[in-house]
């Protein structure tokens, strides 16, 4: 049979409306058609009548085939054997949708539950495809997210980081056949996989001593106050100066005091001694880890002002700051406890980093204009921090990256995250304007260049009472409110009892159906029972907020958890998920008495200080 590899197709502009129709009724915009499409795509039919793209003059040779002329789906097919993934809940990260075939291929063959997030760098070839072939399948496939469009590019980032924060997949980057590396899909591969590092090792190494932290606060909100309150003040064309603690800080740290008054001042945690020693007030400061020591924050300047803090700040500072305690990062379990007015914000992206904390209370505040300062992301002259402190050596990779004023600055692996952080922010939130004042250190995309001494003169230029935005914040709980949170919390405790009863079942049964998988057949009507017993339990366990805060800060092996969905399609599948299981449902009751004991300390220290203050009050 002869190749039909010089036979072009007509585009059908009826095909390429009902695409656009889709996409935009589900991402609210319409992909751009290239006026050059036909100069540089074209679209011929293979021996099987599918159709097959080409990149007019993009190789050495001529056109730029992507996909077969004889089979494309049977060689996408081959193709999707060979990548290596494992049996387990992944998200792909996908460079390239060529005609679609290869994703679709990959969709067939990976499970159900595996969630697709396309990166195609051209979107005028994807436009260009819209008018020769229905994807409505795929744009309207929950699994399947389309990044296309330069608004949607910008945001790829932040929401794969969210989906890996939510559901704890693996994570794997593929490229499609014929397209070539691409930087910002290279970018997006090496962020995500450095947070995914990173919350690992987070779990395992300071989630229960969060979640400690998490606690002290839920039964301490009755002198506290919450971030949605200022909201409603904050004026909105205030501007924020998120003051940081690189080296580059002593070049203008005196600079503040002509500013004071004429912006809002939220300083990091670890700025607070260099300002200390120029007798600089800021007029907040922000600190959000439950392991920093308060001593950085226990300083003159501090004394009267108040500290916007995550509900997981150390202990230590949040009593330093008793009655000063402004929270955000509420997540649901505060929700559930304290409720709607925490706001609260799930899966929340903060850089890793105190400043990117602060960067984000200013977009949740609705400030517009934000002034980095102490931003080096740089080592200056062997200084990792303006404080002169040894403790806290950055770690990773040391590297050469641009600087702010054209040169190349000594910088590493984990400041570039940080960086990359604020450039995602910036490109995601275009209706910002964003300072970089430091004056030094790394360049940071997206950002206007100015020394601070110009943005005293020409940005911060309005008179702002600050004093009196922070007086008199509504309380976060009242007494009767912190009761009926202790009455939650209460629940929880009863909760664990029964998630570990029900993981002493779950173990027996899953060492009974690990028996079946290897002996006899998944499929048996033995085994059908005993997974819908399976089912039962862990939808009891599923229904908890308690088992998702476990999940969340508890279990220190996040990667131990089950699937909330079985894949036990066959015994091949089965064998791997019963024996993790069993392992997992094992252990998890001894979890549940851990947890349930330190919850309960911290409620009776709750209370404990809440009869205190009555007795002083009744004293008065």
């Known amino acids: 049979m002869p190749v039909n590899d010089n036979k072009e197709i007509e585009k059908n502009e009826d095909v390429r409306a009902k695409n656009f129709e889709l996409f935009k009724k589900r991402y609210g915009e319409t992909p751009a058609i290239d006026p050059d499409e036909e100069e540089k795509y074209w679209m011929g039919e293979a021996n099987d009548g599918e159709i097959v793209l080409y990149i007019r003059n993009a190789s050495p040779s001529g056109d730029l085939r992507l996909n077969s002329i004889y089979d494309p789906s049977y060689e996408a097919q081959r193709w999707a054997e060979k990548q290596d993934i494992i049996n387990r809940r992944t998200t792909i990260a996908l460079l390239g949708i060529s005609t679609s075939v290869y994703l679709r291929a990959l969709y067939v063959k990976l499970r159900p539950d595996t969630t697709f997030f396309v990166y195609e760098p051209m979107e005028g070839l994807f436009s260009f495809l819209c008018a020769f072939t229905d994807l409505s399948q795929i744009i309207n496939d929950s699994r399947i997210k389309l990044y296309i469009t330069d608004n949607q590019k910008a945001r790829i980032a932040d929401e794969m980081i969210h989906d890996l924060a939510t559901f704890r997949p693996e994570a794997k980057g593929i490229i499609t056949p014929f397209y070539s590396d691409n930087e910002r899909f290279t970018k997006l591969c090496n962020e995500t996989e450095s947070m995914m590092g990173s919350t690992q090792c987070y779990q395992a190494d300071r989630g229960r001593n969060a979640l400690r932290c998490r606690m002290y606060a839920w039964n301490h909100m009755r002198h506290a106050y919450l971030l949605a309150d200022l909201k409603k003040r904050i004026p909105k064309d205030i501007p924020v100066i998120i003051v940081s603690a690189g080296p580059s800080l002593r070049k203008n740290v005196e600079v503040l005091k002509k500013i004071k008054g004429h912006a809002f001042i939220l300083s990091t945690d670890r700025a607070l001694m260099v300002l200390d020693e120029y007798d600089v007030i800021p007029d907040a400061v922000i600190s959000l880890d439950a392991e920093k020591s308060s001593d950085f924050m226990n300083v003159k300047v501090a004394e009267s002002i108040p500290v916007i803090c995550s509900y997981q700040l150390n202990i230590d500072s949040q009593k330093l700051f008793d009655d000063r305690r402004i929270y955000y990062h509420a997540l649901s379990y505060e929700y559930e406890l304290i409720g709607e007015k925490v706001e609260a914000q799930n899966g929340l992206d903060q850089g890793g980093n105190v400043s990117g904390g602060a960067f ?89 260049i100015m020394t601070l001494e110009e943005v005293a003169q020409k940005v911060c230029t309005g008179d702002y009472n600050l004093v009196k935005i922070f007086d008199d914040l509504p309380v976060a709980e009242t007494d009767e409110e912190y009761l009926e949170t202790v009455k939650v919390e209460e629940q929880w405790i009863k909760d664990l009892d029964m998630i570990a009863k029900n993981c002493e079942e779950l173990e027996q049964l899953s060492r009974q159906l690990l028996n079946i998988s290897k002996y006899k057949d998944i499929g048996d009507r033995a085994a059908e029972k005993k997974l819908k017993k399976m089912d039962k339990l862990r939808e009891e366990i599923y229904t908890t907020r308690v088992n998702s805060l476990m999940e969340e800060f508890w279990i220190e092996d996040l990667y131990s958890i089950p699937d909330y969905t079985f894949m036990v399609r066959n015994n091949e599948e089965a064998i791997p998920v019963f024996e993790s299981a069993m392992k997992f449902f094992a252990k998890n009751p001894e979890d549940c008495r851990s947890l349930k004991k330190e919850l309960q300390e911290a409620i009776d220290q709750g209370k404990e200080d809440y009869e205190k203050d009555k007795a002083a009050i009744t004293k008065k």
Do not use: Y
Request: net charge negative; proline share 2%.
């Open 360 to 448: 984000t209370v200013c977009e949740f505040l609705g400030v517009t204009t934000i002034i980095l300062i102490g931003q080096d992301l740089a080592f200056l002259d062997g200084k990792h921090h303006a404080d002169g402190r040894t403790d806290g050596t950055p770690l990773g990779r040391v590297k050469e990256i641009k600087g702010i004023n054209g040169d190349t600055v000594i910088s590493n692996d984990m400041w570039i995250g940080f960086r990359d952080f604020f450039e995602r922010q910036i490109e995601m939130h275009p209706e910002l304007r964003v300072i970089d004042a430091t004056e030094g250190g790394a360049l940071i995309e997206g950002t206007e």
